[in-house]
C-alpha cells in the first residue's frame, strides 16, 4: 500500500468516525465550531474506543485494523479499580491522531455481569474485525434490556455504556496544541463553559499538568433517550468531547502517550 493510498485510508477512517459519533453526540459539531471559527487548523489529538476482552474484539484482535492503517502499540495502561487494560497507538504520520484503546477486564465480575457479556459477545462473527469499520459498527449485538444494561453500569459503568453504545469514538480530542486562540487549556475550557456546555470535574477540571507533559479535559457526555431491548426508553449518557494540551519532552519531542491518573478521570465523562 502506497503512503498516499494510506493516508487517504486513515482521513477516510476519521471522517467515518466522526460522522457516526455526531449522530449521538450533538454538542460536539457545537464545540467544535466554537474553534474552527478563528482555528483554521483545527487537529484531532486522539480518539478512544471501549470494548470486551472476548474475542473476536479483544484487543489483540481489534487492533488488527489499526496496524494495517500505520499504527503501532506505544504504550500499556492499567487501571486497576476500573478493571481495565489499554494501549496508546501512534500513527505512521505524526500529523494524525493518536488512538487509545481499552478493553474491560471481565473475569473480575460478578456472574451475573459476566454471564449478560456473554450473551452479547455470542452474536458476533469472527469476521467483524476484518476492517476498520468495526470501529464505527455500533452495537454489535441486539439492545441489552433495561436491567441488563442497569446490571451492569452498577458494576461498572464502562460495561453499561458498551453494551448499548458498542464500537465507536467514545469521544474526540481538539489538540490545543493547534489552536491560535486560546493558546492554553483553562482558555479552551473557559469559551467551552461560557458555551453552556458542563464540563467533568472529577479530580478537577483540569487534569494533568505541563509537568507531567499532558493537561486534559472533557465535557459531560451528551445525554440521548434509547429504547431497550424490552421497549422502555430511557435517557442515557453517550459521548464526550475532551481537550489535550502536549508539552515536549526533555528530547524535545512532544510528548506522545497519556497519563493514567488522568485517563482514569477522563472515563467517567459518561458517568450517569
Given amino acids: ?12 477512517f476519521f471522517e467515518g468516525l466522526w460522522r457516526d459519533y455526531v449522530e449521538i453526540t450533538p454538542s460536539a459539531e457545537q464545540i467544535r465550531l466554537l474553534f474552527a471559527t478563528d482555528n ?9 474506543f471501549r470494548t470486551f476482552d472476548r474475542e473476536p474484539i479483544a484487543i489483540q484482535s481489534l487492533e488488527r485494523p489499526l496496524l494495517d492503517l500505520g499504527y503501532r502499540r506505544f504504550e500499556a495502561y492499567h487501571f486497576a479499580d476500573k ?23 471481565t473475569p473480575e465480575l460478578g456472574r451475573e455481569s459476566r454471564a449478560i457479556i456473554d450473551r452479547l459477545v455470542e452474536q458476533l462473527e469472527p469476521a467483524i474485525v476484518e476492517s476498520e469499520s468495526v470501529f464505527r459498527s455500533g452495537r454489535p449485538w441486539a439492545m441489552p434490556s433495561w436491567e441488563d444494561y442497569c446490571t451492569l453500569r452498577t458494576e461498572s459503568e464502562y460495561a453499561g455504556w458498551l453494551s448499548v453504545f458498542g464500537l465507536r469514538a467514545n469521544h474526540f480530542t481538539i489538540s490545543v496544541n493547534s489552536l491560535r486562540e486560546p493558546a492554553d487549556l483553562a482558555g479552551v475550557v473557559a469559551r467551552v463553559e461560557q458555551a453552556g456546555h458542563r464540563m467533568n470535574a ?12 499532558l493537561e486534559q479535559a472533557s465535557t459531560l457526555a451528551d445525554r440521548i433517550v434509547v429504547r431497550f431491548g424490552d421497549g422502555d426508553p430511557h435517557e442515557i449518557a ?35
Fill in 202 to 213: 472529577v479530580g478537577g477540571v483540569l487534569k494533568g499538568s505541563p509537568q507531567a507533559l
Fill in 238 to 272: 453517550s459521548c464526550y468531547y475532551e481537550f489535550a494540551k502536549r508539552y515536549p519532552g526533555p528530547d524535545g519531542r512532544l510528548f506522545q502517550g497519556f497519563v493514567a491518573a488522568s485517563a482514569d478521570r477522563i472515563f467517567e465523562s459518561t458517568d450517569v
Fill in 1 to 12: 500500500m502506497s503512503e498516499r493510498s494510506r493516508a487517504e485510508r486513515v482521513a477516510s
Fill in 40 to 48: 483554521p487548523s483545527l487537529a484531532n489529538d486522539h480518539v478512544a
Fill in 83 to 105: 478493571k481495565l487494560d489499554a494501549w496508546g497507538y501512534v500513527p505512521a504520520d505524526p500529523a494524525e491522531p493518536r488512538i487509545f484503546l481499552s478493553e474491560l477486564r
